[in-house]
Nanobody
């Protein structure tokens, strides 16, 4: 069983930055595709960003491209989401996820393991 734990959420003003971290089980980042998703009450889970160590590639939703950056420290089994120029629309619970078979996928059903989430709130 792969375990994922998110941290780094909080309350910030619009325009400020925040970095989320996801600490994973040993070797998870090296072996699986990693992703970040977010969700607000009453809405479906939304793709944010993904990273594939196998493909050495990153992927972003149009809504966050050029503002957010996904990266990883494989030696520490940690994935990061650097969020710059935050907007109130970015307010959500952010989830880290790992996919066994689909590196870089935007589809949440293709992810096999999920963290419990961390709250990000952006005020105007």
């Amino acid at each position: 069983q792969v375990q994922l734990v998110e941290s780094g959420g909080g309350l910030v003003q619009a325009g400020e930055s925040l970095r989320l971290s996801c600490t994973a089980s040993e070797r998870t980042v090296r072996r699986y595709g990693m992703g970040w998703f977010r969700q607000t009450p009453g809405k479906e889970r939304e793709f944010v960003a993904a990273l594939s160590r196998y493909e050495d590639s990153t992927y972003y939703a149009d809504s966050v491209k050029d503002r957010f950056t996904i990266s990883a420290d494989s030696a520490k089994n940690t994935v990061f989401l650097q969020m710059n120029s935050l907007k109130p629309a970015d307010t959500a619970v952010y989830y880290c996820a790992a996919s066994i078979y689909y590196p870089g996928s935007y589809n949440p059903v293709r992810y096999d393991y999920w963290g419990r989430g961390t709250q990000v709130t952006v005020s105007s």
